[in-house]
């Protein structure tokens, strides 16, 4: 019992260390879309990057989600 309360404390301090490092990653990017915008209203080619970005890394399996 003792193990296995010792792996579910590694894996949770693992994830919130992850979840500290994503957190960190998305408010710059947020901060650097909404400052990148202009007047027209229109999406800039600096937001399209970010958006783009943001893709690629929400890209869930779904396996994932069902496990």
Same mark, same amino acid.
């Given at each position: ?6 792996? *579910?404390?590694?894996r ?15 408010e $710059? ?20 990057? *970010? ?8 890209? *869930?399996? $779904?396996?994932? *989600?069902?496990?």
């Open positions: 019992m003792s193990m296995y309360l010792k792996i *579910i404390r590694q949770l301090r693992k994830k919130r260390e992850t979840n500290i490092k994503f957190k960190e990653e998305y $710059s990017l947020l901060v650097e879309y909404l400052y990148s915008g202009d007047d027209s209203g229109k999406i800039t080619e600096a937001q399209n990057t *970010i958006i783009e970005s943001l893709k690629d890394s929400v890209k *869930i399996d $779904s396996k994932t *989600i069902a496990s």
